[in-house]
Structures are given as structure tokens and as C-alpha cells.
């Protein structure tokens, strides 16, 4: 079947902008491992829940000046709307605190490893939920991955419980992101606004002055900018997750947890183990096999078009 011209450049266009959203978004992800020890010393709750507060105050700003405000009435009032919205507020909430925590341990590698796990995840919801296929390179990038991933698995010599929490958390919110119909700025808004009451009042039971005061100068400032690594960024996921397939999504979740690692052995100082040096490899070479075969698809579709 032929589609009009005007459709295969709109659809090109979309996958296009998503892709390149979500590849920023991975990008912020992958250097905030240096960012959240500079909050050392504060409880990770206490910094999850600055990280709602705060993109809960960056995204008032958006949607006010993109006049999408209206947009969350029919949440509040749907239960179909609302009760998946708070289930991915509850995964996101999660999946934030078990991060920092890890990063702020001395646990990135760890960490990192979750973050290669959640594209497997992704690409099977998205075979058994939603009905998508791979082609034979993505096919073979996914199973090079997964031989990667079970690599470090063996290698840590027990069940990485931080990086299957990490990775079945995030996994099952992108999926929800996938199937919810609302723009991703109204969407992560409401999951901020659902998880605002329990964040305001952690802050006032467990930290002085709300955690603002006490910390030095710098503190406000570093807690403000929380919102660059988590508002930004998950606007940008949330834009992605509605135009690409969930296959794309889990590849380009590589971006994060590669650029993570990276710094955690050059700047960070963590150690590897010797089967990190073989399966981190692998993982990238899947990357490079999935993008060569995305940038084929392209332009083989721009040349039909």
C-alpha cells in the first residue's frame, strides 16, 4: 500500500525528533552520575523528593507558556487517565530513590548494569503488549546484549538486586509512558503533583529548613538544579516514548548507563571486574549494529519518500 508523500514525511519527521529527544535526555542521565555526589551527605528520599518539587515548578512554568494547563482536567477526573499516572509516579519515585542511592554509594557500576537491562525489558513488552517487530540486525544487537548482560551478571557472583530493581522499575514506566494518551509534559506534571504531598512532608519530618539551609551557600542552588537531570529530561523520554517503538527506546537507554560507567572508572575511581571488559564491549558493539540499521531504515525511507 502507498502512502501520500505528506504522510512518510510526517512519520520520518516524528521518528526522527523522538529519537533525538530521547538521545538528550540519555545524555543528561549519563553525566548526572557526577552530579548527585555533590549531594552526598543528604538522604536520597530527601533528594527524590526536591527532584519532584522542583520539576513539579519547571513544568508549571511549561505548560503556563505552552497554555496545555487545561489538558490535566480529564485526569483527575478519569480514573483510566489518573490511576496509570500515579502507578508510573510510584515506579518513578522508586527507580529515583534506588539510583541515587546506588550512585552516591560508591554503586554506579551496579547501577549501570540495571540501566543495560531495561532495553531487554523493553523490547519484550513491546513483542508481547504491543505487537512490534525487530528486523534480523536488531534482532541480533538485542541477543548480543543479552549475552552481555548475563555476562555481568556472572561476573558480580550474586543477583544484582539494585540493578533488577532499577531495570524492572523503569521498564514498566516506560511502557506506561508508551500507552498513555497525554502530552509528556502534562503527564510527568500529574506524576509530580500525585507524589508532592509525601515529598513536602518527608522533607519537613526528616530535614532541617527543608534541606535548604544548614548545607552552606551552594546547597539551594544544587538542589534547584536537580531539576536539569530529572524535569528536563524525563520531558524529553515522555516526547520520545510516544514517537519511536519501544525497540528504539531500549536502545538508546544504552546511552546512559555507557556514558555512567565510563565515569565512574575514569573520574569516579570505581573498580571493574575482568568480565566487565569483555560484556561492556559487547553492549556497545549491539549499539553500533542497532544504530547502523536505524540509519539504513531512514534512509531508505527518505528515498521512498
Known amino acids: 500500500m502507498a ?24 545524555l543528561l542521565w ?10 552526598t551527605g543528604m538522604d536520597p528520599i530527601s533528594i527524590m523528593s526536591h527532584r519532584m518539587i522542583w520539576t513539579a515548578v519547571f513544568l508549571a512554568f511549561v505548560l503556563a507558556f505552552t497554555g496545555q494547563l487545561g489538558s490535566m482536567r480529564e485526569a483527575f477526573r478519569a480514573k483510566r487517565v489518573f490511576l496509570p499516572l500515579a502507578a508510573a509516579a510510584f515506579l518513578l519515585a522508586l527507580n529515583w530513590t534506588l539510583y541515587i542511592w546506588g550512585v552516591t554509594s560508591g554503586q554506579v557500576v551496579e547501577s549501570t548494569l540495571g540501566y543495560f537491562i531495561t532495553p531487554l525489558l523493553n523490547v519484550l513488552m513491546g513483542r508481547l503488549f504491543l ?23 556472572i561476573a558480580f557472583g550474586h543477583v544484582p538486586w539494585l540493578g533488577l530493581v532499577l531495570a524492572t522499575t523503569f521498564a514498566l514506566y516506560g511502557f506506561v509512558q ?3 494518551r497525554m502530552p ?34 551552594l546547597r539551594p542552588v544544587l538542589l534547584v538544579c536537580t531539576v536539569f537531570f530529572t524535569g528536563l529530561p524525563l520531558m524529553m523520554f515522555g516526547y520520545a516514548a510516544r514517537r ?4 528504539t527506546i531500549g536502545i538508546l537507554q544504552y546511552v546512559s548507563p555507557s556514558i555512567a560507567f ?3 572508572v575514569t573520574v569516579l575511581g570505581e573498580g571493574i571486574k575482568q568480565a566487565d571488559m569483555i560484556s561492556f ?3 556497545w558493539l549491539a549499539l553500533a549494529i542497532y544504530t547502523w540499521d536505524a540509519l539504513h531504515h531512514l534512509h531508505r525511507t527518505k528515498e521512498k519518500a
Open 3 to 26: 502512502f501520500p508523500l505528506s504522510f512518510q514525511k510526517h512519520e520520518c519527521t516524528a521518528s526522527c525528533a523522538g529519537t533525538g529527544a530521547g538521545l538528550g535526555a540519555h
Open 30 to 39: 549519563g553525566f548526572a552520575v557526577l552530579f548527585w555526589p555533590l549531594l
Open 131 to 153: 505487537g512490534e517487530t525487530l528486523s534480523k540486525a536488531q534482532a541480533v544487537s538485542i541477543g548480543l546484549a543479552f549475552v552481555a548482560v548475563a555476562a555481568s551478571i
Open 178 to 180: 508508551k500507552t498513555l
Open 184 to 217: 509528556a509534559a502534562a503527564s510527568l506534571f500529574i506524576q509530580a503533583l500525585i507524589l508532592m504531598p509525601a515529598a513536602f512532608l518527608w522533607l519537613f519530618i526528616t530535614e532541617e529548613g527543608m534541606g535548604m539551609t544548614g548545607h552552606g551557600a
Open 244 to 247: 519511536v517503538t519501544l525497540a
Open 262 to 264: 565510563l565515569l565512574a
Open 281 to 283: 564491549p559487547v553492549i
